[in-house]
């Protein structure tokens, strides 16, 4: 459907066609100032420009060519040329008509829906996930949700840290522990045992030990190494050992992405690539596209253009391994050939930003993909009140299932202090608070520019008040509670004619959803549906304060508000849903 703003901007781009002007002078927005009128146009000063004459006369034989027009009530000419536009109320009717009868709320679709891979999340294998990783899971979760909803066929990929020296520690630590396992006896051929040796528990011990341990003993670093290097090459013990710590570890993981309602498509990782490597550096090799250099093998990506060094990526080590820019253009291998993806997204912090400018060089070098088509999506850091990255109080990064728990007791303590739940039982309270402390941080992560860095403050992030998730799954279900009662009360919508400013102020924020929804999906951000989503709460907020619906004797009147409110819920909860937010049903 068309929305207000885009069928005003056609017509006064008539309008200034008529004057011998370019027509796209026409494009109408949301006005500065709402309280003069809800749109403007500020063709006038350009036009005025090209055609060299005054903005406001121009203005004005705009403003006269549109008298008439059943779009339209009045116009105004504000400071330079400045054209104000308010609509009519025969308009504002059959707008929020037509966006009370689209199931899309009045959203459209791509014009060409296209085939995405979103890669995010990524945690690292027995390495526990820290604000980062929750940063890359919120975020791209929310754009999957965004991709689907646009109409675009996404597939999303944890793309699990798996291949590195990490799998080398724990592999030493566990023969530290168990050295009799059969998987360190070389001439052990399988059958491999079918129980894991580890749980999920020993994991996230097994790591930190082994990392710490080699940090101060040269030779146990030598031993991971070397373990990681058989691994890599394909010693059968160390695979099968591989095996149980993926999926010990994506157990645990499951847990903690099911609680906070993230879903992937595919749980591949950096090690499912790893057939792949040889043939295609021999792929790489025989189109010259790599280079020895110092022992190793590099792909040079620096350019002329160049502002800063552009170090080339390192293919495969001097001590014979893969690194991490060679898992990722396997993967791009890995992905061609089985979803053949348009674009690819990689929803990771800034902080590694080099990296991915040398793979998708690499990638487009190499004939693999055009760079256009693989995009970073950056974001910036979690920092703790000090300013510094986000640890726990005792120092070491926070595991998920810890943050969440935290936000889950700060959203308890909100609500008690609200009075939020009062007279519901435990179990319900605590689904409530769960939604609460969920929405709090993601709304508070999502509701920044993606690269910006934010302070990670719970007490903020929970409160009922403000630009939060809780306020917003509040207002949701004060909406819900509202359409409860009427259905109670038999009362029933009927078609919308707003009257009163509040009215067609509501009607304007809903009509708002389709810009807010592009201008987000093709800027890959979120905070843009944030505004939106809080802007269409306030605009309820102060509709509802000044419209009663229920004590309303006019029946026109309240079946009417009725319906507005009805279509305010659903693209809240539309909304919310891109967002990842979930509102209870009361509170
Ligand atoms: N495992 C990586 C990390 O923890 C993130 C992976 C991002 N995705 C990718 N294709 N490189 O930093």
């Known amino acids: 459907m068309t929305s207000l703003a885009t069928q005003l901007s056609v017509r006064l781009g008539a309008a200034f066609a008529a004057q011998g002007l370019p027509e796209d002078l026409g494009q109408v927005q949301g006005s500065d100032r709402p309280d003069l009128a809800p749109y403007q146009c500020n063709g006038a000063l350009a036009a005025a420009r090209l055609a060299k004459k005054n903005p406001r006369d121009i203005a004005t034989q705009i403003a006269a060519q549109l ?13 330079p040329g400045f054209l104000n536009i308010v609509p009519s109320d025969a308009a504002y009717s059959a707008q929020a008509s037509a966006l009370a009868a689209d199931p899309r709320c009045g959203a459209n679709t791509a014009d060409t829906p296209i085939k995405l891979v979103i890669d995010f999340g990524g945690p690292n294998v027995a390495k526990p996930m820290h604000v980062g990783h929750l940063r890359s899971s919120v975020i791209g979760d929310s754009l999957q949700r965004m991709g689907r909803f646009v109409g675009h066929d996404v597939t999303s990929d944890i793309h699990l840290g798996d291949w590195g020296l990490q799998m080398g520690h724990l592999i030493t630590q566990l023969q530290e522990e168990q050295p009799d396992l059969p998987y360190f006896d070389v001439d052990f051929n399988g059958p491999w045992p079918a129980d894991p040796p580890v749980g999920l528990d020993d994991l ?19 031993r991971s190494r070397k373990a990681t290097a058989e691994l890599q090459a394909g010693r059968a013990g160390y695979l099968a050992l591989l095996k149980h710590f993926i999926a010990v570890s994506r157990a645990g993981l499951e847990t903690d992405f099911n609680a906070m309602g993230v879903h992937f498509d595919l749980w591949k990782g950096e090690s499912d690539v790893n057939p792949l490597i040889p043939a295609m550096i021999e792929d790489f090799k025989a189109r010259g596209v790599t280079e020895e250099s110092q022992g190793a093998l590099i792909i040079r990506v620096a350019r002329e253009a160049d502002k800063k060094e552009q170090p080339p990526l390192i293919l495969v080590s001097s001590e014979g391994s893969a690194l991490y820019g060679t898992t990722d253009l396997a993967t791009i291998v890995d992905r061609n050939q089985n979803i053949a993806p348009d674009r690819t997204l ?9 990296h991915f400018e040398q793979v998708f060089r690499a990638a487009d070098k190499a004939g693999l993909m055009a760079e256009e088509r693989l995009e970073h999506i950056g974001f910036g850091t979690v920092n703790g009140k000090d300013g510094k990255p986000f640890k726990t109080r005792e120092g070491g990064v926070m595991r998920l299932a810890d943050l969440l728990d935290m936000a889950n007791t700060a959203a308890r303590a909100r609500m008690d202090e609200a009075g939020i739940g009062e007279g519901l039982d435990a179990a319900a309270l605590g689904d409530i608070a769960r939604k609460v402390g969920l929405a709090a941080i993601k709304f508070a992560d999502l509701r920044n520019q993606r690269l910006t860095n934010y302070v990670f403050d719970l007490d903020r992030f929970t409160a009922f008040e403000g630009k939060t998730g809780p306020y917003l799954l509040y207002a949701a279900v004060r909406l819900k509670s509202i359409l409860r009662k009427a259905a109670d ?19 304007v924020a809903l009509d708002g959803f389709d810009a807010a929804l592009k201008s987000a999906w093709a800027k890959r951000a979120p905070h843009i549906l944030c505004e939106h989503v809080f802007e269409l709460a306030q605009s309820f907020s102060r509709f509802y304060a000044a419209c009663p619906i229920l004590p309303e004797k006019d029946e026109a009147v309240r079946s009417s508000r009725l319906a507005l409110a009805e279509l305010t819920l659903r693209q809240l909860e539309t909304v919310l849903g891109i967002l990842g937010l979930e509102a209870p049903e009361r509170m």
């Open 67 to 79: 008298e008439g027009d059943p779009l339209i009530a009045s116009t105004s000419i504000a400071g």
């Open 204 to 222: 996230s011990r097994m790591y930190p030990q082994a990392a710490a341990a080699a940090k101060v003993d040269e030779a146990r670093m030598k």
């Open 346 to 354: 990689y929803v990771v912090d800034q902080r590694q930003g080099q």
């Open 489 to 507: 009360q038999g009362l029933k919508p009927g078609p919308i004619q707003p009257q009163r400013a509040e009215e067609k102020a509501l009607v």
